[in-house]
Protein backbone atom coordinates (compact mmCIF):
# COMPACT_ATOMS: atom_id res chain seq x y z
CA UNK A 1 0.00 0.00 0.00
CA UNK A 2 1.79 3.22 -0.83
CA UNK A 3 2.23 5.85 1.29
CA UNK A 4 -0.01 8.48 -0.67
CA UNK A 5 -3.09 6.11 0.02
CA UNK A 6 -2.00 5.77 4.08
CA UNK A 7 -1.77 9.73 4.12
CA UNK A 8 -5.38 10.42 2.60
CA UNK A 9 -6.86 7.53 4.52
CA UNK A 10 -5.27 9.10 7.78
CA UNK A 11 -6.75 12.47 6.63
CA UNK A 12 -10.29 11.00 5.96
CA UNK A 13 -10.39 9.20 9.69
CA UNK A 14 -9.60 12.73 11.31
CA UNK A 15 -11.91 14.33 9.24
CA UNK A 16 -14.29 12.04 10.69
CA UNK A 17 -13.36 12.31 14.40
CA UNK A 18 -13.55 15.85 14.47
CA UNK A 19 -17.00 15.80 12.97
CA UNK A 20 -18.32 13.35 15.89
CA UNK A 21 -16.29 15.49 18.45
CA UNK A 22 -18.10 18.72 17.18
CA UNK A 23 -21.28 17.24 17.16
CA UNK A 24 -21.17 15.97 20.72
CA UNK A 25 -22.28 19.93 21.65
CA UNK A 26 -24.76 19.83 18.86
CA UNK A 27 -27.23 16.48 20.56
CA UNK A 28 -30.42 18.59 20.12
CA UNK A 29 -30.07 18.77 16.02
CA UNK A 30 -29.75 14.82 15.12
CA UNK A 31 -30.26 15.53 10.93
CA UNK A 32 -27.64 17.46 11.51
CA UNK A 33 -25.19 14.75 12.82
CA UNK A 34 -26.51 12.01 10.09
CA UNK A 35 -25.71 14.28 7.34
CA UNK A 36 -21.78 15.22 9.32
CA UNK A 37 -21.76 11.73 9.03
CA UNK A 38 -22.97 11.05 5.70
CA UNK A 39 -20.76 13.77 4.01
CA UNK A 40 -17.44 12.37 6.25
CA UNK A 41 -18.27 9.19 4.87
CA UNK A 42 -18.65 10.23 1.53
CA UNK A 43 -15.61 12.21 1.37
CA UNK A 44 -13.31 9.20 2.66
CA UNK A 45 -14.89 7.15 -0.07
CA UNK A 46 -13.65 9.86 -2.94
CA UNK A 47 -10.57 10.17 -1.31
CA UNK A 48 -9.77 6.73 -1.34
CA UNK A 49 -11.09 5.97 -4.88
CA UNK A 50 -8.99 9.09 -6.13
CA UNK A 51 -6.01 7.75 -5.06
CA UNK A 52 -6.78 3.95 -6.00
CA UNK A 53 -7.15 5.51 -9.52
CA UNK A 54 -4.77 4.73 -12.07
CA UNK A 55 -2.17 6.83 -14.25
CA UNK A 56 -1.25 7.23 -17.86
CA UNK A 57 1.88 7.05 -19.44
CA UNK A 58 1.07 7.39 -23.16
CA UNK A 59 4.68 7.06 -25.06
CA UNK A 60 4.42 7.51 -28.64
CA UNK A 61 7.12 7.59 -30.60
CA UNK A 62 7.46 8.85 -34.21
CA UNK A 63 8.66 7.27 -37.45
CA UNK A 64 9.29 4.17 -35.00
CA UNK A 65 9.30 0.83 -37.44
CA UNK A 66 8.55 -2.56 -36.12
CA UNK A 67 11.60 -3.46 -36.31
CA UNK A 68 13.18 -0.44 -35.00
CA UNK A 69 13.16 -2.61 -31.91
CA UNK A 70 14.47 -5.73 -30.04
CA UNK A 71 10.56 -7.11 -29.71
CA UNK A 72 10.49 -9.20 -32.32
CA UNK A 73 13.84 -10.68 -33.51
CA UNK A 74 14.08 -8.56 -36.54
CA UNK A 75 17.21 -6.59 -35.75
CA UNK A 76 20.63 -6.98 -34.52
CA UNK A 77 21.70 -3.57 -35.06
CA UNK A 78 19.99 -1.33 -32.91
CA UNK A 79 19.65 -1.57 -28.97
CA UNK A 80 16.34 -1.41 -27.57
CA UNK A 81 16.51 -2.80 -23.91
CA UNK A 82 14.15 -0.59 -22.20
CA UNK A 83 11.43 -0.80 -24.74
CA UNK A 84 11.85 -4.74 -23.85
CA UNK A 85 12.14 -4.16 -20.24
CA UNK A 86 8.69 -2.50 -20.32
CA UNK A 87 7.02 -5.37 -22.95
CA UNK A 88 8.01 -8.12 -20.44
CA UNK A 89 5.98 -6.09 -17.88
CA UNK A 90 2.96 -6.27 -20.22
CA UNK A 91 1.86 -7.58 -23.19
CA UNK A 92 3.76 -6.87 -26.74
CA UNK A 93 1.33 -6.93 -29.61
CA UNK A 94 2.21 -8.14 -33.04
CA UNK A 95 -0.17 -6.83 -34.85
CA UNK A 96 -0.61 -2.53 -33.88
CA UNK A 97 -1.36 -0.64 -36.96
CA UNK A 98 -1.23 3.02 -36.82
CA UNK A 99 -5.01 4.61 -39.15
CA UNK A 100 -2.33 6.46 -41.44
CA UNK A 101 1.10 5.85 -42.58
CA UNK A 102 1.73 9.53 -41.81
CA UNK A 103 1.94 11.09 -37.93
CA UNK A 104 -0.84 14.14 -37.96
CA UNK A 105 -3.47 11.74 -39.00
CA UNK A 106 -2.40 9.25 -36.78
CA UNK A 107 -1.78 11.56 -33.67
CA UNK A 108 -5.49 12.77 -34.66
CA UNK A 109 -6.99 9.34 -34.16
CA UNK A 110 -5.29 8.25 -30.86
CA UNK A 111 -6.59 11.97 -29.49
CA UNK A 112 -10.23 11.27 -31.12
CA UNK A 113 -10.73 7.59 -31.80
CA UNK A 114 -11.95 8.86 -35.08
CA UNK A 115 -10.54 7.22 -38.19
CA UNK A 116 -8.73 10.03 -41.03
CA UNK A 117 -11.44 8.91 -43.56
CA UNK A 118 -13.65 10.35 -41.01
CA UNK A 119 -12.31 13.40 -39.85
CA UNK A 120 -10.56 14.60 -43.01
CA UNK A 121 -6.85 14.69 -41.60
CA UNK A 122 -4.83 12.64 -44.21
CA UNK A 123 -2.08 14.21 -44.32
CA UNK A 124 1.46 15.06 -42.29
CA UNK A 125 -0.42 18.82 -42.41
CA UNK A 126 -0.32 19.73 -38.87
CA UNK A 127 2.01 22.59 -39.19
CA UNK A 128 1.33 24.02 -42.39
CA UNK A 129 0.52 27.70 -43.17
CA UNK A 130 -3.22 27.13 -44.54
CA UNK A 131 -5.85 26.18 -41.21
CA UNK A 132 -8.07 23.71 -42.95
CA UNK A 133 -10.42 22.35 -40.80
CA UNK A 134 -13.32 20.56 -42.97
CA UNK A 135 -12.40 17.46 -45.50
CA UNK A 136 -13.24 18.61 -48.70
CA UNK A 137 -12.11 17.51 -52.16
CA UNK A 138 -9.30 19.32 -54.04
CA UNK A 139 -11.00 21.76 -57.33
CA UNK A 140 -7.97 20.40 -59.70
CA UNK A 141 -4.75 18.28 -60.02
CA UNK A 142 -1.64 17.89 -61.80
CA UNK A 143 -2.83 16.46 -65.42
CA UNK A 144 -0.32 13.43 -64.84
CA UNK A 145 -2.28 12.66 -61.72
CA UNK A 146 -4.91 10.44 -62.41
CA UNK A 147 -7.57 11.02 -59.40
CA UNK A 148 -8.52 14.65 -57.52
CA UNK A 149 -7.79 13.89 -54.12
CA UNK A 150 -9.58 15.26 -50.60
CA UNK A 151 -7.33 18.26 -49.16
CA UNK A 152 -6.78 17.03 -46.05
CA UNK A 153 -7.71 19.11 -42.87
CA UNK A 154 -4.32 21.09 -40.94
CA UNK A 155 -6.02 21.31 -37.36
CA UNK A 156 -7.26 18.93 -34.65
CA UNK A 157 -10.16 20.95 -34.45
CA UNK A 158 -12.07 21.75 -30.87
CA UNK A 159 -15.16 20.53 -31.63
CA UNK A 160 -13.85 17.01 -30.99
CA UNK A 161 -13.86 15.71 -27.30
CA UNK A 162 -10.24 14.43 -26.93
CA UNK A 163 -9.08 11.65 -25.20
CA UNK A 164 -7.08 14.19 -23.03
CA UNK A 165 -10.14 16.69 -21.88
CA UNK A 166 -12.33 12.87 -21.00
CA UNK A 167 -9.50 12.36 -18.70
CA UNK A 168 -8.52 15.42 -17.58
CA UNK A 169 -12.66 16.08 -16.71
CA UNK A 170 -12.57 12.59 -14.29
CA UNK A 171 -10.39 14.98 -12.42
CA UNK A 172 -6.59 14.05 -13.42
CA UNK A 173 -4.04 16.16 -14.20
CA UNK A 174 -2.09 16.06 -17.53
CA UNK A 175 0.45 16.91 -19.34
CA UNK A 176 2.13 16.83 -22.96
CA UNK A 177 5.66 16.46 -23.71
CA UNK A 178 6.91 16.70 -26.93
CA UNK A 179 5.88 16.43 -30.56
CA UNK A 180 2.23 17.63 -31.19
CA UNK A 181 2.32 18.40 -34.73
CA UNK A 182 -1.56 18.54 -34.45
CA UNK A 183 -2.06 22.79 -34.79
CA UNK A 184 -0.58 25.42 -32.77
CA UNK A 185 -2.73 27.69 -30.58
CA UNK A 186 -6.03 28.05 -30.90
CA UNK A 187 -5.58 24.39 -31.42
CA UNK A 188 -2.27 23.75 -29.38
CA UNK A 189 -2.40 20.87 -26.48
CA UNK A 190 -3.70 23.68 -24.13
CA UNK A 191 -6.94 23.71 -25.91
CA UNK A 192 -7.07 20.24 -26.14
CA UNK A 193 -7.17 19.16 -22.69
CA UNK A 194 -4.01 19.65 -21.24
CA UNK A 195 -2.79 21.37 -18.27
CA UNK A 196 1.08 22.03 -19.32
CA UNK A 197 2.60 22.07 -22.81
CA UNK A 198 6.41 21.62 -23.24
CA UNK A 199 7.93 22.80 -25.10
CA UNK A 200 4.50 24.39 -27.06
CA UNK A 201 6.09 23.36 -30.24
CA UNK A 202 4.37 22.69 -33.37
CA UNK A 203 6.45 21.61 -35.77
CA UNK A 204 7.15 18.46 -37.62
CA UNK A 205 10.28 17.40 -35.80
CA UNK A 206 12.60 19.08 -32.96
CA UNK A 207 13.46 22.68 -33.87
CA UNK A 208 17.06 22.45 -36.07
CA UNK A 209 18.39 19.65 -33.94
CA UNK A 210 18.37 17.42 -31.82
CA UNK A 211 21.57 18.16 -29.63
CA UNK A 212 21.94 21.76 -29.18
CA UNK A 213 21.98 25.10 -29.70
CA UNK A 214 18.18 24.39 -31.15
CA UNK A 215 16.01 26.66 -33.27
CA UNK A 216 12.94 26.97 -31.45
CA UNK A 217 11.42 30.53 -31.46
CA UNK A 218 12.32 33.05 -28.91
CA UNK A 219 8.58 33.37 -27.94
CA UNK A 220 8.58 29.86 -26.53
CA UNK A 221 11.39 30.83 -23.99
CA UNK A 222 12.75 26.94 -24.49
CA UNK A 223 16.45 27.12 -24.19
CA UNK A 224 18.79 24.47 -23.07
CA UNK A 225 19.88 23.86 -20.00
CA UNK A 226 23.45 22.61 -20.82
CA UNK A 227 25.76 22.79 -23.86
CA UNK A 228 24.68 20.15 -26.44
CA UNK A 229 21.70 19.03 -24.42
CA UNK A 230 19.88 16.32 -26.39
CA UNK A 231 16.24 17.19 -26.60
CA UNK A 232 14.91 13.51 -26.01
CA UNK A 233 17.06 14.06 -22.15
CA UNK A 234 15.11 17.37 -22.41
CA UNK A 235 11.90 16.25 -22.41
CA UNK A 236 12.45 13.21 -20.33
CA UNK A 237 13.79 15.60 -17.61
CA UNK A 238 10.60 17.61 -17.79
CA UNK A 239 8.05 14.58 -17.79
CA UNK A 240 10.31 13.57 -14.91
CA UNK A 241 9.40 16.77 -13.50
CA UNK A 242 5.57 16.51 -13.73
CA UNK A 243 5.49 12.81 -12.54
CA UNK A 244 7.23 13.96 -9.77
CA UNK A 245 5.30 17.36 -8.46
CA UNK A 246 2.12 14.72 -9.51
CA UNK A 247 2.63 11.66 -7.65
CA UNK A 248 -0.19 12.14 -4.93
CA UNK A 249 -2.65 12.67 -7.73
CA UNK A 250 -3.90 10.61 -10.66
CA UNK A 251 -1.77 12.41 -13.81
CA UNK A 252 -2.16 11.59 -17.74
CA UNK A 253 1.64 12.23 -18.85
CA UNK A 254 1.25 12.23 -22.72
CA UNK A 255 4.97 11.36 -23.88
CA UNK A 256 5.02 12.09 -27.12
CA UNK A 257 8.56 11.90 -27.90
CA UNK A 258 10.40 13.17 -30.71
CA UNK A 259 12.74 10.51 -31.72
CA UNK A 260 13.31 9.47 -34.36
CA UNK A 261 12.25 11.95 -36.90
CA UNK A 262 14.51 13.64 -38.78
CA UNK A 263 16.74 15.68 -38.70
CA UNK A 264 19.01 13.07 -38.25
CA UNK A 265 21.45 13.83 -35.76
CA UNK A 266 22.52 12.65 -32.08
CA UNK A 267 25.07 11.60 -29.74
CA UNK A 268 28.68 11.94 -31.19
CA UNK A 269 29.46 8.96 -28.66
CA UNK A 270 26.48 7.34 -29.65
CA UNK A 271 27.02 7.77 -33.33
CA UNK A 272 30.74 6.47 -32.96
CA UNK A 273 28.80 2.94 -31.24
CA UNK A 274 26.75 2.54 -34.05
CA UNK A 275 29.44 2.97 -36.67
CA UNK A 276 31.42 0.40 -34.87
CA UNK A 277 28.82 -1.80 -35.66
CA UNK A 278 27.39 -1.04 -38.81
CA UNK A 279 27.64 -3.84 -40.88
CA UNK A 280 27.93 -3.05 -45.26
CA UNK A 281 25.42 -5.98 -45.53
CA UNK A 282 22.93 -5.44 -43.09
CA UNK A 283 20.14 -2.52 -44.49
CA UNK A 284 19.80 -1.17 -41.26
CA UNK A 285 23.21 0.15 -40.70
CA UNK A 286 23.04 4.19 -40.49
CA UNK A 287 24.75 5.04 -37.18
CA UNK A 288 23.54 8.16 -36.60
CA UNK A 289 19.98 6.07 -36.79
CA UNK A 290 21.14 3.71 -34.30
CA UNK A 291 21.95 6.52 -31.95
CA UNK A 292 18.82 7.98 -32.20
CA UNK A 293 16.90 5.10 -30.86
CA UNK A 294 19.11 4.34 -28.50
CA UNK A 295 18.50 8.31 -27.11
CA UNK A 296 14.69 7.05 -27.31
CA UNK A 297 15.47 4.09 -25.53
CA UNK A 298 17.30 5.58 -22.82
CA UNK A 299 14.00 8.24 -22.21
CA UNK A 300 12.04 5.24 -22.00
CA UNK A 301 13.90 4.03 -19.59
CA UNK A 302 14.19 6.87 -17.33
CA UNK A 303 10.41 7.60 -17.04
CA UNK A 304 10.09 3.70 -16.28
CA UNK A 305 12.58 4.04 -13.33
CA UNK A 306 10.89 7.01 -12.26
CA UNK A 307 7.72 4.75 -12.03
CA UNK A 308 9.75 2.67 -9.81
CA UNK A 309 11.79 5.07 -7.83
CA UNK A 310 8.51 6.70 -7.01
CA UNK A 311 6.58 3.42 -6.05
CA UNK A 312 4.36 4.40 -9.08
CA UNK A 313 4.62 1.62 -10.94
CA UNK A 314 1.94 -0.81 -10.08
CA UNK A 315 -0.70 1.82 -10.41
CA UNK A 316 0.44 3.20 -13.49
CA UNK A 317 -0.72 2.29 -16.88
CA UNK A 318 2.18 2.47 -19.68
CA UNK A 319 1.49 2.23 -23.52
CA UNK A 320 4.34 2.19 -25.87
CA UNK A 321 3.52 2.88 -29.73
CA UNK A 322 4.93 4.57 -33.10
CA UNK A 323 2.85 6.85 -35.20
CA UNK A 324 3.95 4.86 -38.09
CA UNK A 325 6.44 2.98 -39.76
CA UNK A 326 10.34 3.49 -40.27
CA UNK A 327 11.31 6.42 -42.73
CA UNK A 328 12.75 4.71 -46.15
CA UNK A 329 12.42 7.28 -48.79
CA UNK A 330 14.77 9.95 -46.78
CA UNK A 331 18.17 9.50 -47.23
CA UNK A 332 21.81 9.80 -44.81
CA UNK A 333 24.95 9.11 -46.75
CA UNK A 334 23.43 8.07 -49.63
CA UNK A 335 21.02 5.10 -47.99
CA UNK A 336 17.41 5.21 -46.48
CA UNK A 337 17.90 5.78 -42.36
CA UNK A 338 16.27 2.08 -41.49
CA UNK A 339 14.73 -1.05 -42.67
CA UNK A 340 11.81 -2.34 -41.83
CA UNK A 341 12.67 -5.57 -43.15
CA UNK A 342 10.79 -8.65 -42.95
CA UNK A 343 8.18 -6.01 -44.07
CA UNK A 344 7.90 -3.55 -47.23
CA UNK A 345 8.09 -0.52 -47.59
CA UNK A 346 8.10 2.40 -45.16
CA UNK A 347 6.38 5.65 -43.39
CA UNK A 348 4.11 7.38 -46.28
CA UNK A 349 3.38 4.06 -47.79
CA UNK A 350 0.55 1.49 -47.74
CA UNK A 351 2.15 -1.54 -47.41
CA UNK A 352 3.11 -3.21 -43.83
CA UNK A 353 5.94 -0.87 -43.19
CA UNK A 354 3.70 2.16 -43.91
CA UNK A 355 1.68 1.61 -40.58
CA UNK A 356 2.15 -1.66 -39.10
CA UNK A 357 4.64 -0.82 -35.84
CA UNK A 358 5.92 -2.14 -32.30
CA UNK A 359 3.62 -1.97 -29.46
CA UNK A 360 3.43 -2.62 -25.94
CA UNK A 361 0.84 -1.98 -22.89
CA UNK A 362 1.63 -2.37 -18.99
CA UNK A 363 -1.45 -2.50 -17.00
CA UNK A 364 -0.72 -3.42 -13.74
CA UNK A 365 -2.40 -6.47 -11.90
CA UNK A 366 -4.19 -7.02 -15.41
CA UNK A 367 -2.00 -7.87 -18.48
CA UNK A 368 -0.12 -11.25 -17.68
CA UNK A 369 3.48 -10.12 -17.91
CA UNK A 370 5.46 -11.32 -21.06
CA UNK A 371 2.66 -11.75 -22.87
CA UNK A 372 2.36 -11.81 -26.12
CA UNK A 373 -1.06 -11.40 -28.64
CA UNK A 374 -1.28 -11.22 -32.36
CA UNK A 375 -4.93 -9.72 -32.43
CA UNK A 376 -5.82 -6.44 -34.33
CA UNK A 377 -5.13 -3.25 -32.75
CA UNK A 378 -5.82 0.43 -34.69
CA UNK A 379 -4.22 3.50 -33.31
CA UNK A 380 -7.90 4.68 -33.50
CA UNK A 381 -8.85 1.95 -30.54
CA UNK A 382 -6.44 3.62 -27.64
CA UNK A 383 -9.65 6.37 -26.84
CA UNK A 384 -12.07 3.78 -25.88
CA UNK A 385 -9.57 0.96 -24.70
CA UNK A 386 -7.97 3.62 -21.97
CA UNK A 387 -11.08 4.92 -20.91
CA UNK A 388 -12.26 1.08 -20.36
CA UNK A 389 -9.21 0.51 -17.96
CA UNK A 390 -9.05 3.50 -16.28
CA UNK A 391 -12.83 3.10 -15.66
CA UNK A 392 -14.02 6.76 -16.98
CA UNK A 393 -17.51 7.25 -18.33
CA UNK A 394 -17.50 7.83 -22.37
CA UNK A 395 -19.12 11.64 -22.76
CA UNK A 396 -22.83 11.13 -23.76
CA UNK A 397 -23.17 11.02 -27.15
CA UNK A 398 -19.32 10.65 -28.57
CA UNK A 399 -18.63 7.99 -31.15
CA UNK A 400 -15.91 5.77 -32.20
CA UNK A 401 -14.77 4.63 -35.34
CA UNK A 402 -11.99 2.56 -32.73
CA UNK A 403 -12.97 -0.44 -30.62
CA UNK A 404 -12.03 -1.11 -26.74
CA UNK A 405 -9.21 -4.18 -26.25
CA UNK A 406 -9.90 -4.23 -22.65
CA UNK A 407 -10.62 -7.89 -23.86
CA UNK A 408 -7.54 -8.03 -25.70
CA UNK A 409 -5.27 -6.89 -22.42
CA UNK A 410 -7.19 -9.01 -20.45
CA UNK A 411 -6.03 -12.28 -23.07
CA UNK A 412 -9.59 -12.86 -24.25
CA UNK A 413 -11.10 -12.49 -27.60
CA UNK A 414 -10.08 -9.41 -29.64
CA UNK A 415 -13.05 -7.06 -30.57
CA UNK A 416 -11.36 -6.91 -34.48
CA UNK A 417 -12.09 -8.67 -37.04
CA UNK A 418 -10.53 -6.28 -39.54
CA UNK A 419 -9.17 -2.90 -39.65
CA UNK A 420 -9.22 -0.17 -42.98
CA UNK A 421 -6.60 2.57 -43.72
CA UNK A 422 -7.17 5.17 -45.73
CA UNK A 423 -4.60 6.76 -47.86
CA UNK A 424 -6.67 8.85 -50.66
CA UNK A 425 -3.45 11.96 -51.45
CA UNK A 426 -0.57 11.41 -53.81
CA UNK A 427 2.58 11.41 -51.77
CA UNK A 428 5.97 11.66 -54.30
CA UNK A 429 8.89 10.85 -52.33
CA UNK A 430 7.64 6.80 -51.43
CA UNK A 431 5.57 7.03 -54.68
CA UNK A 432 2.31 6.53 -52.89
CA UNK A 433 -0.57 7.01 -55.11
CA UNK A 434 -4.16 6.97 -53.38
CA UNK A 435 -5.35 3.99 -51.80
CA UNK A 436 -7.18 2.20 -49.54
CA UNK A 437 -6.38 -0.87 -47.87
CA UNK A 438 -8.23 -3.73 -45.34
CA UNK A 439 -6.76 -6.10 -43.47
CA UNK A 440 -8.87 -9.45 -42.05
CA UNK A 441 -7.68 -12.08 -40.45
CA UNK A 442 -4.33 -13.66 -43.06
CA UNK A 443 -5.49 -11.60 -45.86
CA UNK A 444 -4.99 -8.05 -47.07
CA UNK A 445 -6.46 -6.41 -49.89
CA UNK A 446 -5.16 -2.91 -51.22
CA UNK A 447 -7.17 -0.61 -53.28
CA UNK A 448 -5.84 1.65 -55.52
CA UNK A 449 -8.22 4.34 -56.56
CA UNK A 450 -8.89 5.18 -60.52
CA UNK A 451 -4.95 3.76 -61.06
CA UNK A 452 -5.43 1.16 -63.90
CA UNK A 453 -5.05 2.54 -67.82
CA UNK A 454 -8.67 2.80 -67.93
CA UNK A 455 -8.82 4.31 -64.89
CA UNK A 456 -10.99 1.95 -62.82
CA UNK A 457 -9.70 0.68 -59.25
CA UNK A 458 -6.50 -1.60 -59.31
CA UNK A 459 -6.11 -4.01 -56.72
CA UNK A 460 -3.25 -6.29 -54.51
CA UNK A 461 -4.20 -9.26 -52.62
CA UNK A 462 -1.81 -10.43 -50.17
CA UNK A 463 -1.72 -13.60 -48.00
CA UNK A 464 0.30 -11.67 -45.15
CA UNK A 465 0.97 -15.44 -42.63
CA UNK A 466 2.59 -16.83 -46.43
CA UNK A 467 4.16 -13.53 -47.57
CA UNK A 468 4.60 -10.84 -44.80
CA UNK A 469 6.64 -8.78 -47.32
CA UNK A 470 3.57 -8.56 -49.54
CA UNK A 471 5.51 -9.83 -52.57
CA UNK A 472 2.83 -11.92 -54.42
CA UNK A 473 -0.28 -10.66 -55.37
CA UNK A 474 -2.43 -12.98 -55.38
CA UNK A 475 -5.60 -11.40 -56.44
CA UNK A 476 -6.07 -12.79 -59.83
CA UNK A 477 -6.13 -16.18 -58.46
CA UNK A 478 -8.90 -15.11 -55.11
CA UNK A 479 -11.31 -12.85 -57.18
CA UNK A 480 -14.50 -13.23 -54.99
CA UNK A 481 -11.91 -12.82 -52.12
CA UNK A 482 -10.98 -9.16 -53.54
CA UNK A 483 -15.18 -8.61 -54.31
CA UNK A 484 -16.28 -9.51 -50.40
CA UNK A 485 -13.33 -7.09 -49.22
CA UNK A 486 -13.80 -4.53 -51.45
CA UNK A 487 -17.68 -4.88 -50.79
CA UNK A 488 -16.24 -4.21 -46.87
CA UNK A 489 -14.07 -1.34 -48.18
CA UNK A 490 -17.05 -0.02 -49.91
CA UNK A 491 -19.07 -0.13 -46.59
CA UNK A 492 -16.59 1.92 -44.34
CA UNK A 493 -15.89 4.62 -46.74
CA UNK A 494 -19.67 5.10 -46.52
CA UNK A 495 -20.27 5.11 -43.11
CA UNK A 496 -17.26 6.83 -42.63
CA UNK A 497 -18.24 9.32 -45.24
CA UNK A 498 -14.55 9.83 -46.60
CA UNK A 499 -14.12 12.10 -49.18
CA UNK A 500 -12.98 9.33 -52.01
CA UNK A 501 -10.83 10.38 -54.82
CA UNK A 502 -12.60 10.93 -57.97
CA UNK A 503 -11.73 10.82 -61.36
CA UNK A 504 -9.50 13.74 -62.62
CA UNK A 505 -11.37 15.72 -65.52
CA UNK A 506 -7.88 17.59 -66.60
CA UNK A 507 -5.99 14.02 -66.88
CA UNK A 508 -3.81 13.29 -69.58
CA UNK A 509 -2.63 9.91 -70.47
CA UNK A 510 0.86 11.60 -72.83
CA UNK A 511 1.97 13.23 -69.77
CA UNK A 512 1.70 10.43 -67.41
CA UNK A 513 3.54 8.68 -69.77
CA UNK A 514 6.27 11.58 -69.87
CA UNK A 515 6.19 11.60 -66.20
CA UNK A 516 6.98 8.23 -65.77
CA UNK A 517 10.11 8.00 -68.13
CA UNK A 518 13.42 8.16 -66.63
CA UNK A 519 14.48 11.64 -66.72
CA UNK A 520 18.60 12.58 -67.60
CA UNK A 521 20.30 13.21 -64.77
CA UNK A 522 20.42 16.97 -63.92
CA UNK A 523 23.65 18.90 -63.05
CA UNK A 524 22.62 19.97 -59.56
CA UNK A 525 24.96 21.58 -57.28
CA UNK A 526 25.53 19.58 -53.91
CA UNK A 527 24.01 21.03 -50.61
CA UNK A 528 27.23 22.60 -49.63
CA UNK A 529 27.91 24.47 -52.63
CA UNK A 530 24.07 25.36 -53.04
CA UNK A 531 24.39 26.78 -49.57
CA UNK A 532 27.45 28.30 -50.32
CA UNK A 533 25.77 29.82 -53.68
CA UNK A 534 22.85 30.83 -51.99
CA UNK A 535 23.66 32.10 -48.53
CA UNK A 536 24.49 35.54 -49.29
CA UNK A 537 24.53 37.41 -45.54
CA UNK A 538 26.73 34.11 -44.66
CA UNK A 539 24.83 32.88 -41.81
CA UNK A 540 24.83 29.20 -42.33
CA UNK A 541 21.10 29.45 -43.52
CA UNK A 542 19.14 29.87 -46.63
CA UNK A 543 15.73 32.30 -46.26
CA UNK A 544 13.25 31.98 -48.52
CA UNK A 545 14.41 35.42 -50.49
CA UNK A 546 17.74 33.80 -50.21
CA UNK A 547 16.31 30.66 -51.97
CA UNK A 548 14.13 32.28 -54.90
CA UNK A 549 17.04 34.80 -55.86
CA UNK A 550 16.18 36.94 -58.20
CA UNK A 551 11.95 36.78 -58.56
CA UNK A 552 11.97 37.59 -62.14
CA UNK A 553 11.51 34.81 -64.55
CA UNK A 554 10.80 32.54 -61.87
CA UNK A 555 8.48 30.82 -61.03
CA UNK A 556 8.16 32.23 -57.23
CA UNK A 557 4.57 29.78 -56.07
CA UNK A 558 6.65 26.81 -56.82
CA UNK A 559 10.14 27.40 -55.48
CA UNK A 560 8.09 29.06 -52.30
CA UNK A 561 6.11 25.81 -52.12
CA UNK A 562 9.56 24.22 -52.39
CA UNK A 563 10.76 25.60 -49.51
CA UNK A 564 8.41 25.18 -46.91
CA UNK A 565 8.94 21.14 -47.77
CA UNK A 566 12.11 21.46 -47.16
CA UNK A 567 11.71 24.01 -44.22
CA UNK A 568 10.90 21.07 -42.13
CA UNK A 569 10.82 22.72 -38.55
CA UNK A 570 9.22 25.60 -40.00
CA UNK A 571 11.60 27.95 -39.10
CA UNK A 572 11.24 30.11 -42.25
CA UNK A 573 15.20 29.30 -43.31
CA UNK A 574 17.20 26.23 -44.34
CA UNK A 575 20.12 24.48 -42.92
CA UNK A 576 22.50 22.37 -44.67
CA UNK A 577 20.91 19.51 -43.42
CA UNK A 578 17.14 20.23 -44.15
CA UNK A 579 19.11 20.99 -47.79
CA UNK A 580 20.80 17.70 -47.79
CA UNK A 581 17.25 16.08 -47.07
CA UNK A 582 15.57 18.03 -49.89
CA UNK A 583 17.32 17.07 -52.16
Avoid at 74 to 88: Q, V
Avoid at 136 to 162: E, F, G, H, M, W
Avoid at 415 to 429: A, E
Amino acid sequence: MSSAFVENANQSWLFIVDSFHLLKTKQEHPMIHRLAVFFAMLFSVATLQADERPNLVFILADDLGWSDTTLHGTTSFYETPNIERLAKRGMCFTNAYTAHPLCSPTRSSIMTGLDPARTGFTSAAGHVSNVILEKQLSKQARSDQKVLTPQSVSRLDTKYITLAETIQDAGYVTGHFGKWHLGKQPHSPREHGFDVDVPKWWGPGPAGSYVAPWRFPDALDFDPRMPAEHIEDRMADEAIEFISANRNKPFFLNYWAFSVHAPFDGKRKLIEKYADKADPNNPQRVPVYGAMVESLDDAVGQLLDTLDRLKLADKTIVVFFSDNGGNMYSRVDGIPPTSNAPLRGGKATIYEGGTRVPCAVIWPGKTQPGSSTDALLSSSDWYPTLLDMMQIDKPLDLHFDGFSQKATLLNQQGPRQSLICFVPNYFPKPETIPSTYIRRGEWKLIRFHGDRENRTDRFELYNLVDDAGESKNVSADHPEMVNNLNQEIEAYLAHTKAVVPVLNPAYDPKSSDHSQQASPPKNRPDANTFLKRRDINKDGFVTLKEYIGNPKNRNVKALTRQFTVKDRNQDQKLSLDEIKQGQ
